[in-house]
């Protein structure tokens, strides 16, 4: 899922997919499962094509979208083929969801500015909280 939810802006070559085992992404799924750590998958029949889900951050240690301690910072991914299908609106819906349940206030995200996902982070309700180079931080308030 992780290297599904890679951007590669367009006229660039395709990342290898080991490139989720870097520092700087494996440490948004590696030892998935603590106590903080909440995840929605969605499937076809047996097979997962989706997932979205989100994981706080120390701020010794922050995610690309980090913004505090207790703000979760989300990822998402959608196989190839499965996207503008309204499966990234109802993973995320279901995520938010799910964290208001658990008391949570705010989620965010990283995104790089070319990637048209914003426009569906944007009508979820996400709005940018800050940009540096190529991406935005982007805050959304449950």
């Known amino acids: 899922m992780m290297y599904w939810a890679l951007f590669v802006a367009p006229g660039k070559k395709p990342l290898a997919k080991s490139v989720i085992w870097e520092s700087q992404l494996l440490h948004y799924h590696a030892s998935w499962g603590k106590v903080d750590d909440v995840g929605v998958v969605a499937k076809k029949g047996d097979a997962p094509i989706g997932a979205a889900w989100c994981r706080t951050f120390p701020k010794d240690l922050p995610g690309y979208g980090f913004?505090?301690?207790?703000t979760p910072e989300m990822v998402i991914a959608l196989?190839?083929?499965y996207r503008n299908q309204g499966t990234g609106t109802y993973l995320?819906?279901?995520?938010?969801?799910?964290?208001?349940?658990r008391g949570g206030h705010s989620l965010s995200l990283s995104v790089h500015k070319l990637n048209p996902a914003i426009r569906l982070y944007r009508r979820l309700g996400f709005e940018v909280y800050s940009h540096a180079g190529d991406a935005y931080t982007m805050v959304k308030r449950l």
């Open 92 to 101: 995320l819906n279901t995520l938010f969801s799910t964290l208001r349940k």
């Open 79 to 81: 196989k190839e083929g």
């Open 67 to 70: 913004v505090s301690e207790d």
